[in-house]
């Protein structure tokens, strides 16, 4: 009999083998959500850029700042929340939007998670692509700097740790769903994405700098305008995706064999 640890490595090794199943139900997934939309998944990047011309429009208003000047930075943190913050809040329903296919189907429990992962970083690539046409046409278009490719990467790597210990919890107590999306609204408020840490005055800013998803909203808008992130956002990130990993794979130890039992 393995060990509940290797039974937890060999989940997420048979989950990782299965990548041409979860990678082509991701894209059929996506594709039946806009069915019959001419735009398609672009609807996404249209309410991303809405979301953010009111948003600089409002910072604008609030601090008299130019808002050609704020858009770019807003839309750019609104795209790298949705890889960051929106994961978040779906990710509780990872296991019981699968249900159906959990109870007829013997896949590893990482199947799903990366199913999750898979449909964020397609989300992720049509808002992506939206934000530089926009950024062409107001001509304030940067080349991406090249650390946005290792950034997204190490990003996705976050948000299959976080569906993991966000979906076996939320299975069980069907609580956790609700309290989520509270939590996700009030990060979203404390975290500079409508909002620059720059913004912020020199003896507060450290508290702004402990917020974990600061580093990592800086970590995908910096190389978006074409800089390279700061080295403190990429040890801020890097080390939150270590402790991650080490509490996914305990509750993915402790649980795995359960969570069908819960849906």
């Known amino acids: ?18 990548a041409p199943l979860w990678w082509r139900l991701g894209l059929d997934q996506t594709a039946s959500r806009f069915q019959r939309s001419i735009l398609g998944p672009f609807w996404m990047a249209c309410n991303l850029l809405v979301v953010a011309f009111a948003l600089a429009f409002l910072v604008s208003m ?17 795209l790298a929340w949705s890889l ?5 809040a779906e990710a509780q329903a990872i296991f019981l939007m699968n249900a159906g296919l959990m109870q007829s189907q013997r896949l590893p429990l990482s199947f799903y998670v990366f199913l999750h992962a898979q449909k964020a970083a397609t989300n992720f690539l049509f808002q ?34 976080q569906g993991f210990i966000i979906a076996i ?36 800013r450290h508290w702004v700098e402990l917020n974990p998803l600061a580093h990592q909203v ?36 402790m649980f795995r064999k359960r969570v069908v039992f819960w849906l």
């Open 1 to 18: 009999m393995p060990s509940p640890l290797m039974a937890a490595l060999k989940d997420v090794g048979d989950g990782i083998r299965l």
């Open 62 to 78: 609030l601090m008299g700042v130019d808002v050609m000047k704020n858009y770019p930075q807003i839309v750019a943190g609104l």
């Open 84 to 88: 960051v913050g929106t994961t978040l």
């Open 128 to 161: 992506a692509i939206a934000f530089w046409a926009v950024m062409l046409i107001i001509r304030r278009f940067a080349i991406p700097h090249w650390t946005l490719v290792p950034a997204v990467a190490l990003m996705l790597v976050i948000v299959c740790l």
């Open 169 to 204: 919890p939320s299975t069980r107590f069907r609580d956790v769903a609700y309290m989520m999306s509270y939590v996700v609204q009030l990060l979203f408020y404390v975290t500079p994405v409508f909002w620059l840490t720059a913004n912020v005055s020199p003896g507060k």
């Open 218 to 253: 800086e970590l995908l808008r910096a190389p978006l305008m074409g800089h390279a992130p700061a080295l403190a956002d990429w040890i801020w990130t890097l080390g939150t995706a270590g402790v991650l990993a080490l509490i996914a794979l305990i509750l993915l130890a």
